[in-house]
């Protein structure tokens, strides 16, 4: 066992190309490489991919490095290591904490496990616009959601000791407005007010810093101008000065490198100084900061103060996760698979995922009996259930075949490929319409593959690839029910097709249990609970569409209709179109196919009772810390046991600036059996009730908001005043 030295005496001994050393991380494949590196006093490596090689580099480091210092050794583990769980958006579909935190845990365990000591996760990017293929690494388009969902998985990553077995750093990405990114195009440029930045896209980030995350990863974009790895009124003056963050800041892949096409710096060597002073404390990639003593910067081009701080963060990091204490790990405890806990716990967290999206006629569930059932669609025999970001050694999931005829064995199956995900399949799918005719029932298993979201994966037409739409159109031609599994890592764009579906299961990418929990949600032994956590569009042309829009001067009360004899206004103006000047589309409907929060369930609610109490709370009380509770009580009025998600929304109908139309303040998820009624509670206070101005203030008014608490069909609305 080695003892942790004092950080300021061996921060003193150590030498300007030591301290640059630190302040890297490299990715090498060959072995030797990564050994040497070690020896010089890197301060971060990736993961070598087992116990035993992972080992070998921090002896390299502690035994035969200049001072000795233990390495950290991260990996992007986002959702799941070995056992693979739901999408991070689908996850936050499920709008229940303890499923994130159920994977954190897992995650953690089994990644430390083998020498991982810091992952780059949660990503806490609130993204409205599905084009972007990552916004399946997040939590939707909330910021109130995802600032939820991202510090209770910083939580569960760290747990209560850094330092534990089952522990490993968090890393809050990317910082920040990634997810705005101008036409959904990855590491494309974004242009954000001030207030809008305060408002939405900094909230996650505040809420993971304040529980306690370890590092925060810098993002690729520009922000109004100014590349993030290079934007030191964000990096030091907001997460350092304001949230007060002590923890270490990372670039992303080459990012600082980058900051040349950018066009902020002339090479790689002045794009260093520029991150490092702008508050960045870790390099990733690029050339090395020192090799063989020779430093990439030389210390008179620094301050000696930034470079002193940036080493000692990470110093405090390695002693806060027990490195100096014991860098290694005990290679015969290794964990290099799922165990029937660690899947019991995926399929549990799937399950809380999937959001029934239709059911007319009541298709859904299917009830054992024998019945004739068609399989069809490119996920019918797929394992492509894992979704994006999942390394090479995960877990790989079954098949819908197996998955569905083991939950209900008595019925007569039949499987067809129906469609590939991206091939032209007009054999296939006549082959499936033949055969849908001798069915009593189909079930359609479409989406897009996990290829087709994550990093690099943006898309300009987010329908269904391939010619899937078609093979839905020709089994609705048959007249033979049908029941589609929609899986897919983002908002599709389901125009098309959507009407003519009697039943649709919005299934995600629900990782390495997933066919079992979508049978289990088909045959009804597990009511589905989840709701939508990002719009689903009509049309890429409505993007970017979320709930919590501001009004205009000219709200739309209904959609445009081209039908309409709109030309004929004359001189005077439109003939009885009193909603023909307004914000809205000649060629849409109002509003989206799916909202935020749409979801049904194979049961009923309803919202009995709703208090706010106080109902009148004066500002001075509100910023002194008061509360105010709002109450409510739901109940099961249908026949069957199911979960119900019920949220608390704010309305500032008269502010000094315009406000969301809603602003999502709380929700819960409850369970109740048949008849039985679930009481729930929220609190707000000033940060809950107030907003940011135009002049960088956080501002609480006085006047008179609305608080509704719905369950998304049921809702209350409830007065409260804010006095002087």
């Known amino acids: 066992m080695m003892t942790c030295p004092d950080?300021?005496?061996?921060?003193?001994?150590?030498?300007?190309?030591?301290?640059?050393?630190?302040?890297?991380?490299?990715?090498?494949?060959?072995?030797?490489?990564?050994?040497?590196?070690?020896?010089?006093?890197?301060?971060?490596?990736?993961?070598?991919?087992?116990?035993?090689?992972?080992?070998?580099?921090?002896?390299?480091?502690?035994?035969?490095?200049?001072?000795?210092?233990?390495?950290?050794?991260?990996?992007?583990?986002?959702?799941?290591?070995?056992?693979?769980?739901?999408?991070?958006?689908?996850?936050?579909?499920?709008?229940?904490?303890?499923?994130?935190?159920?994977?954190?845990?897992?995650?953690?365990?089994?990644?430390?496990?083998?020498?991982?000591?810091?992952?780059?996760?949660?990503?806490?990017?609130?993204?409205?616009?599905?084009?972007?293929?990552?916004?399946?690494?997040?939590?939707?388009?909330?910021?109130?959601?995802?600032?939820?969902?991202?510090?209770?998985?910083?939580?569960?990553?760290?747990?209560?000791?850094?330092?534990?077995?089952?522990?490993?750093?968090?890393?809050?990405?990317?910082?920040?407005?990634?997810?705005?990114?101008?036409?959904?195009?990855?590491?494309?440029?974004?242009?954000?007010?001030?207030?809008?930045?305060?408002?939405?896209?900094?909230?996650?980030?505040?809420?993971?810093?304040?529980?306690?995350?370890?590092?925060?990863?810098?993002?690729?974009?520009?922000?109004?101008?100014?590349?993030?790895?290079?934007?030191?009124?964000?990096?030091?003056?907001?997460?350092?000065?304001?949230?007060?963050?002590?923890?270490?800041?990372?670039?992303?892949?080459?990012?600082?490198?980058?900051?040349?096409?950018?066009?902020?710096?002339?090479?790689?060597?002045?794009?260093?100084?520029?991150?490092?002073?702008?508050?960045?404390?870790?390099?990733?990639?690029?050339?090395?900061?020192?090799?063989?003593?020779?430093?990439?910067?030389?210390?008179?081009?620094?301050?000696?103060?930034?470079i002193d701080d940036a080493?000692?963060?990470?110093?405090?990091?390695?002693?806060?996760?027990?490195?100096?204490?014991?860098?290694?790990t005990d290679a015969s405890h290794e964990r290099s698979g799922p165990t029937p806990e660690t899947l019991d716990r995926a399929q549990w967290a799937a399950e809380r995922c999937v959001v029934l999206l239709k059911n007319d006629d009541a298709l859904l569930p299917v009830s054992s009996g024998a019945t004739r059932i068609l399989l069809t669609g490119p996920y019918a025999a797929s394992t492509d259930h894992l979704g994006a970001w999942v390394q090479h050694f995960g877990a790989v999931a079954g098949t819908l075949e197996d998955a569905l005829a083991a939950e209900i064995p008595d019925a007569t199956w039949t499987v067809s490929a129906g469609a590939d995900f991206l091939e032209p399949s007009a054999d296939q799918i006549a082959e499936a319409a033949a055969l849908a005719l001798e069915q009593d029932l189909v079930v359609i298993a479409v989406g897009e593959p996990s290829s087709l979201s994550g990093e690099a994966s943006s898309r300009a037409d987010i329908r269904l690839p391939g010619e899937q739409e078609r093979l839905i159109h020709a089994i609705a031609d048959t007249g033979v029910p049908f029941i589609v599994l929609l899986a897919t890592g983002r908002p599709l764009v389901v125009e098309d097709w959507v009407d003519r579906a009697p039943a649709v299961l919005l299934t995600w990418h629900l990782g390495t249990r997933a066919p079992e929990a979508i049978a289990r949600v088909v045959s009804g032994a597990v009511n589905p609970g989840g709701r939508v956590p990002m719009t689903f569009p009509r049309a890429v042309g409505q993007i970017p569409i979320h709930h919590d829009h501001e009004n205009t001067g000219r709200p739309a009360q209904s959609g445009g209709s081209m039908a309409v004899d709109r030309w004929d206004v004359g001189l005077q103006g439109p003939n009885n179109l009193d909603d023909y000047y307004t914000s809205k589309f000649l060629d849409l409907e109002k509003g989206p196919r799916f909202a935020f929060g749409d979801g049904l369930r194979y049961t009923r609610f309803a919202v009995e009772t709703a208090s706010a109490l106080p109902a009148e709370i004066s500002v001075a009380d509100l910023c002194a810390g008061a509360r105010v509770t709002v109450s409510a009580t739901v109940r099961n009025v249908g026949d069957r046991a199911g979960d119900e998600v019920v949220f608390a929304y704010l309305a500032d109908p008269v502010a000094s600036i315009a406000q969301p139309v809603q602003r999502l303040r709380g929700f819960t998820r409850v369970s109740m059996d048949a008849g039985a009624a679930a009481s729930v509670s929220f609190e707000l206070g000033g940060d809950e009730l107030g907003f940011w101005d135009d002049e960088n203030h956080f501002v609480v008014e006085p006047g008179e908001l609305v608080i509704t608490v719905t369950d998304g069909t049921d809702s209350r609305a409830l007065r409260l005043v804010v006095t002087e």
């Open 7 to 306: 950080l300021d005496d061996l921060l003193a001994r150590m030498s300007w190309t030591d301290k640059l050393a630190q302040l890297q991380i490299i990715w090498r494949r060959d072995e030797a490489d990564a050994v040497g590196l070690a020896r010089g006093g890197i301060g971060a490596l990736f993961w070598p991919q087992s116990a035993e090689r992972t080992n070998a580099l921090q002896r390299a480091a502690v035994q035969e490095s200049a001072h000795g210092i233990p390495l950290l050794i991260g990996l992007d583990v986002i959702h799941g290591q070995f056992t693979i769980f739901p999408t991070p958006l689908a996850q936050a579909a499920s709008f229940d904490v303890a499923v994130a935190e159920a994977d954190a845990r897992v995650s953690a365990a089994e990644a430390r496990s083998g020498g991982v000591n810091w992952t780059f996760s949660p990503m806490v990017d609130v993204t409205r616009d599905p084009r972007w293929g990552r916004v399946v690494e997040g939590f939707g388009e909330d910021s109130f959601l995802a600032s939820t969902f991202g510090a209770a998985k910083v939580r569960a990553y760290q747990g209560h000791d850094l330092s534990g077995a089952g522990s490993i750093a968090a890393c809050l990405k990317h910082f920040v407005a990634y997810g705005a990114a101008e036409a959904g195009r990855d590491y494309n440029t974004t242009d954000v007010s001030w207030r809008r930045l305060r408002e939405t896209y900094l909230a996650p980030f505040r809420a993971g810093v304040a529980a306690g995350a370890a590092s925060v990863m810098a993002s690729f974009n520009s922000l109004n101008g100014t590349p993030m790895h290079a934007h030191r009124r964000l990096l030091t003056d907001v997460l350092s000065g304001e949230y007060g963050f002590e923890g270490v800041v990372v670039g992303d892949a080459e990012g600082v490198a980058q900051l040349v096409p950018h066009g902020v710096a002339k090479d790689e060597t002045d794009a260093v100084k520029l991150s490092l002073s702008a508050g960045l404390d870790i390099v990733m990639g690029g050339s090395e900061l020192a090799t063989d003593g020779v430093a990439l910067i030389e210390s008179s081009a620094m301050d000696a103060a930034r």
């Open 311 to 328: 080493v000692m963060r990470i110093l405090r990091l390695k002693k806060a996760l027990g490195l100096f204490d014991n860098p290694y």
